[in-house]
């Protein structure tokens, strides 16, 4: 069964505050590990695809990279504009769903 | 354009009533899928919809059926809503086989109360 655990549940941060999200992973043969942004009462917005171990990618503040088990969500001097729960996926090669964490909720005070 | 809506937003039934759920995409996307997330629960598939004409079950299907109506919409009936099935659904759509995007992208969320 696959497993997507994410740590910790919730981080507070004072604004340029530099920190990492974690996103540890059980799945047999990952296809792509995912990382959404979800804004209180909103659906979950794609932020970033990851296929292979140690691949990354960046988008502002935020860089995402995997290894075999895990992946990171590294924040560089984030703004309060930045809190938000951010929720790691997992997709399979023979398949067709994405199995997710629990979330780590963020919040970035001024 | 809208990318995935939702119909509607907020619903509060009572228990035994029936309803359902509307789910729209304009992305020309294949593939779509209900979730509900609960909170401590994450984010956990109903029923999904690989292409225009199949449906197959989720994590957690039971209480619920799927329609795919047409290539566009994918509607989620709850047959006799029960207080367990309080939470917030989401539709999400991908473009599906025959593309190297394998990412889903999400509507707003319906948020159903049963008392």
């Known amino acids: 069964e696959d497993q997507v655990t994410q740590s910790p549940e919730a981080l507070r941060l004072q604004e340029g505050e530099s920190s990492s999200l974690n996103c540890s992973y059980t799945v047999s043969g990952l296809r792509g590990l995912f990382w959404y942004r979800q804004d209180p009462g909103k659906g979950p917005e794609f932020l970033f695809t990851?296929?292979?171990a140690g691949e990354e990618k960046e988008k502002e503040r935020l860089k995402a990279t995997l290894t075999k088990k895990e992946s990171f969500l590294h924040i560089t001097a984030p703004k309060p504009e930045d809190s938000a729960t951010y929720l790691c996926a997992v997709s399979r090669n023979a398949g067709n769903m994405l199995t997710f964490g629990g979330g780590t909720r963020l919040m970035v005070k001024p | 354009n809208a990318g995935v809506t939702q119909t509607p937003k907020f619903q509060v039934l009572k228990t035994g009533q029936s309803m359902t759920l509307q789910c729209a995409q304009d992305?020309?996307?294949?593939?779509m899928y209900w979730y509900r997330q609960d909170p401590g629960m994450g984010l956990r598939l109903i029923y999904y919809s690989a292409s225009e004409g199949t449906t197959d079950k989720g994590e957690v299907p039971n209480g619920y059926n799927v329609s795919r109506l047409n290539k566009r919409e994918f509607s989620l009936r709850l047959e006799s809503a029960a207080p367990s099935q309080t939470s917030v659904y989401f539709c999400?759509?991908?473009?599906?086989?025959?593309?190297?995007?394998?990412?889903?992208?999400f509507g707003p969320g319906t948020r159903l109360t049963v008392l």
């Open positions: 999400a759509s991908k473009p599906g086989q025959g593309s190297l995007m394998d990412e889903q992208f």
């Open positions: 990851l296929y292979s």
């Open positions: 992305m020309n996307h294949n593939s």
